[in-house]
């Protein structure tokens, strides 16, 4: 009997060995890992999940429907008509969408439609976001931008507020810099300045200086405004040609305002 339990063992040890020492196996549980990782990484835990328990088997679904979409994303074609990119990363959004509903792919879907210049789409896909993660900065900052956007004030400031009270540094302060702007819409003077000032203390954002020294000068600051308008022209002397060119406008009307100072 206990020569057949041996046997039996040995049996079921060879069996694994070979299982384990199989060249198909170790190819499918190194991509099953692969692909697990890349998920983690993109935090697509739904398809973590499935990977983990289901094998192999999701972990080609996952190679199919979302790694090999968005690495194709992230090279970029070597050349491309223009929007052909954002069109396909709409489509796998909207794929995507129907098959998992995450609050993060109606957001992404609302960031590129706010990119281009789509606000009504955009706030569809905010709200839709909204709806399924009520408490994510992520999604309640582009949500209220986009708001500004569509002239609903109030009900911006109410999504930015909350976003500054957990993180005032949201977004490198861009979220501050549009709950400024929708306080300056609404008349809201003091708020503004103190969100610019706010803002201010840890950036050096050329459109957050001439937004400010508009105030100052509305409030007979001249020598405050003169200042920051100074900053803004210092700072370009110094920055990188991409930011010279991304803070042209801003630049070009700090040295208008300089000069009918």
């Known amino acids: 009997m206990r020569i057949n339990t041996h046997m039996q063992l040995a049996l079921i040890l060879d069996d694994w060995r070979e299982i384990l020492t199989n060249p198909f196996f170790l ?15 993109r935090e697509e835990w739904l398809w973590s999940v499935l990977i983990f328990f289901f094998g192999a088997f999701s972990a080609m679904l996952y190679f199919f429907m979302v790694y090999r979409s968005a690495k194709a994303m992230e090279r970029g074609p070597s050349f491309e008509w223009p929007g052909a990119a954002e069109r396909e990363r709409i489509k796998q959004l ?7 509903d995450k609050a993060h792919h109606h957001a992404e879907l609302g960031d590129i439609y706010q990119k281009q210049g789509k606000p009504d789409k955009a706030l569809a896909c905010y709200e839709a976001a909204f709806e399924r993660d009520p408490e994510d900065l992520d999604i309640l900052g582009p949500y209220g931008q986009c708001l500004i956007k569509l002239d609903q ?10 976003v500054i009270v957990e993180n005032p540094k949201h977004d490198y302060g861009a979220t501050m810099m549009a709950l400024a702007n929708a306080y300056s819409k609404l008349d809201s003077t003091d708020k503004a300045r103190a969100a610019l000032e706010t803002v201010l203390e840890t950036q050096t954002y050329a459109e957050a200086r001439v937004l400010l020294a508009e105030i100052y000068k509305k409030q007979g600051m001249s020598n405050e405004a003169r200042h920051q308008l100074q900053e803004v022209i210092e700072d370009e002397k110094h920055a990188p040609s991409f930011v010279q060119k991304k ?8 040295r208008q305002l300089l000069d009918q100072m």
């Open 94 to 100: 909207e794929e995507q969408i129907h098959h998992l």
């Open 153 to 162: 004030l109030e009900k911006a400031v109410t999504m930015l507020e909350k």
């Open 247 to 254: 803070d042209k406008v801003w630049t070009r009307k700090a």
């Open 27 to 41: 190819i499918m549980t190194a991509f099953q890992i692969w692909m697990l990782v890349d998920a983690i990484r």
